[in-house]
């Protein structure tokens, strides 16, 4: 599942596992967010394929971020990357060159967090990730299938070092003795330099589709995420939010559900290069608005 045909294709497989969503508007496009800044409070941002695209930052993106918040629109960025603790997403956003500060950086990885499920952790993670920000027994996943059995609930942070044997463990773990799979970043996959990588949600709705009631979902489009960015606004009224985003079923859905404008963008994320307006009509999710960059 390298192309974004194949991706869009298993999004509207997965749909009704997705929240549910109205008719939405006619989408109206704009040639930069400042077209716009007077309608809007507060713009939250997808990282990926919005402000950056794999470890390089899409050129104007900090510039705009500036020019925004000089029109007094407050900024957030609601990532569903959730390899890193919130030390290290903040570590991230500054190695790409963004000015953000600490609260405006919301990622999936804190919503998953706040609802673990009680008992002994299997935790699927970077090497690299010191785990310090799980208050639970864990154990760290490999290749030891003994290791699947003993835990009491499993928690899917990163793929960047999962592979499909792991995956059969998993699968087989959970099929011998059902147990909750927390999966933090319910993305299907991530536009890089290169292609695409596959992102937790993918191999979490894999599981989901032979055990359903056993796999729950963080970040967008799933509502809890939303949430903790909404807190961090307060008195500001959901139709003045706008979520911007290059994922249908992700950015746009998930923002239409909290009752947010939506801004979809097209260049450099999941439909670059493609028609984009084929695959929204496609799709029947309409933002309020699109352009090609911020």
Request: proline residues 5%; hydrophobic residues 45%.
């Amino acid at each position: 599942m390298r192309d974004a045909d194949t991706i869009f294709r298993r999004y509207q497989q997965i749909r009704p596992r997705l929240p549910r969503v109205g008719a939405l508007p006619e989408t109206v496009q704009i040639g930069s967010l400042l077209e716009i800044a007077d309608q809007i409070d507060a713009f939250v941002f997808d990282a990926f394929g919005v402000l950056n695209v794999g470890e390089s930052l899409i050129a104007g993106a900090d510039r705009r971020l500036e020019q925004l918040r000089a029109r007094g629109c407050q900024i957030r960025v609601l990532t569903n990357a959730a390899s890193y603790d919130r030390q290290g997403a903040i570590a991230k956003f500054q190695r790409l060159g963004l000015s953000l500060a600490d609260e405006e950086i919301v990622t999936s990885r804190e919503a998953a967090l706040k609802h673990l499920p009680d008992g002994h952790l299997g935790v699927i993670a970077m090497g690299a990730d010191r785990l310090l920000d799980i208050p639970h027994p864990m154990t760290r996943l490999g290749d030891d299938p003994a290791a699947y059995e003993a835990v009491d609930a499993f928690l899917f942070l990163s793929s960047a070092e999962w592979t499909a044997a792991r995956q059969d463990l998993l699968r087989a773990a959970i099929a011998r003795r059902p147990r909750p799979l927390v999966v933090a970043n319910a993305d299907l996959a991530a536009p890089r330099e290169t292609g695409f990588t596959l992102e937790p949600g993918h191999f979490g709705h894999l599981i989901a589709d032979d055990f359903p009631d056993c796999v729950r979902f963080f970040g967008k489009p799933f509502p809890d995420v939303y949430q903790l960015v909404t807190d961090t606004l307060e008195g500001i009224d959901p139709t003045r939010i706008a979520m911007c985003g290059d994922t249908l079923h992700t950015d746009i859905l998930g923002g239409a559900a909290a009752g947010w404008r939506t801004v979809f963008v097209t260049r450099d994320g999941l439909f670059a290069g493609l028609d984009a307006d084929a695959y929204r009509e496609g799709s029947g999710l309409h933002a309020d608005w699109q352009l090609a960059r911020i």
